[in-house]
């Protein structure tokens, strides 16, 4: 958790953000979309553009979620104007997108989506943001409830390590805290079992 935590500043994120590592951006994606779909329980729908990665179907596929794909423009990002939110538990934004590295105009998503769930799915582009001077493409990411980076990509980390941050570690504690009497410890160590699936 500590090399988490120092791998946020290089990459421009919030300092206070909890972050930790799952096995891949799937795995990060699936464990976020579950922590959406436990703080608005009702809401069954999960929205992304059309390039989305095939990693959110998956995690709706697992989860009962119902996907629904927004149009993009010309350069392959998603439209706000075309987001339709009705009954949305979480919204993913994508930045840079497999097939062509298109950035989503997260902070615009950010603007319309009201108290939707924002999912960033950064695993690919994410390492770029080491680069000062390709850091404009985390514009509007600190509004994100969650981000997964993929370090096993771009930062030749081997397999298989996902870094997952969130905003919001309590919602996560709600989605996935149970703690069993062989789990129990006295003192206050960050438990991350309570934070995830594994
Ligand atoms: C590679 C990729 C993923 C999936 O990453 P895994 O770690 O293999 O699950 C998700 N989203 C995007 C945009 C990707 O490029």
């Not at 697992?62 to 339709?84: H, K, S, Y």
């Not at 001077?133 to 030749?156: I, T």
């Not at 703690?179 to 960050?190: K, N, Q, W």
């Given at each position: 958790?500590?090399?988490?935590?120092?791998?946020?500043?290089?990459l421009g994120?919030?300092?206070?953000?909890?972050?930790?590592?799952?096995?891949?951006a799937?795995?990060?994606?699936?464990?976020?979309?579950?922590?959406?779909?436990?703080?608005?329980p009702?809401?069954?729908?999960?929205?992304?553009?059309?390039?989305?990665?095939?990693?959110?179907e998956?995690?709706?596929?697992?989860?009962?979620?119902?996907?629904?794909?927004?149009?993009?423009?010309?350069?392959?990002?998603?439209?706000?104007?075309?987001?339709?939110?009705?009954?949305?538990?979480?919204?993913?934004?994508?930045?840079?997108t497999?097939?062509?590295?298109?950035?989503?105009p997260?902070?615009?998503?950010?603007?319309?989506?009201?108290?939707?769930?924002?999912?960033?799915?950064?695993?690919?582009?994410?390492?770029?943001?080491?680069?000062?001077?390709?850091?404009?493409?985390?514009?509007?990411?600190?509004?994100?409830?969650s981000l997964?980076?993929?370090?096993?990509?771009?930062?030749l980390?081997?397999?298989?390590?996902?870094?997952?941050w969130?905003?919001?570690?309590?919602?996560?504690?709600?989605?996935?805290?149970?703690?069993?009497e062989?789990?129990?410890?006295?003192?206050?160590?960050?438990?991350?079992?309570?934070?995830?699936?594994?």
């Amino acid at each position: 958790m500590r090399a988490h935590d120092w791998s946020a500043s290089p990459l421009g994120l919030p300092a206070t953000w909890h972050g930790h590592i799952e096995d891949t951006a799937s795995t990060g994606t699936l464990t976020a979309l579950a922590v959406a779909r436990n703080e608005l329980p009702g809401r069954r729908v999960v929205v992304c553009s059309e390039h989305a990665h095939s990693s959110v179907e998956k995690a709706c596929r697992i989860l009962e979620l119902e996907l629904r794909r927004t149009p993009v423009d010309a350069a392959f990002r998603i439209r706000p104007d075309l987001l339709e939110l009705e009954g949305a538990c979480a919204v993913v934004a994508t930045v840079g997108t497999t097939s062509t590295t298109s950035i989503d105009p997260v902070a615009e998503i950010a603007a319309r989506k009201g108290d939707v769930w924002l999912h960033v799915d950064a695993a690919y582009a994410g390492s770029a943001w080491v680069c000062p001077e390709l850091r404009f493409s985390a514009a509007g990411v600190e509004q994100a409830d969650s981000l997964v980076v993929n370090p096993h990509k771009w930062l030749l980390v081997p397999m298989d390590c996902s870094a997952l941050w969130t905003a919001r570690p309590d919602a996560f504690r709600d989605a996935f805290s149970l703690v069993p009497e062989y789990l129990r410890s006295a003192d206050d160590a960050v438990s991350l079992s309570e934070l995830a699936i594994p």
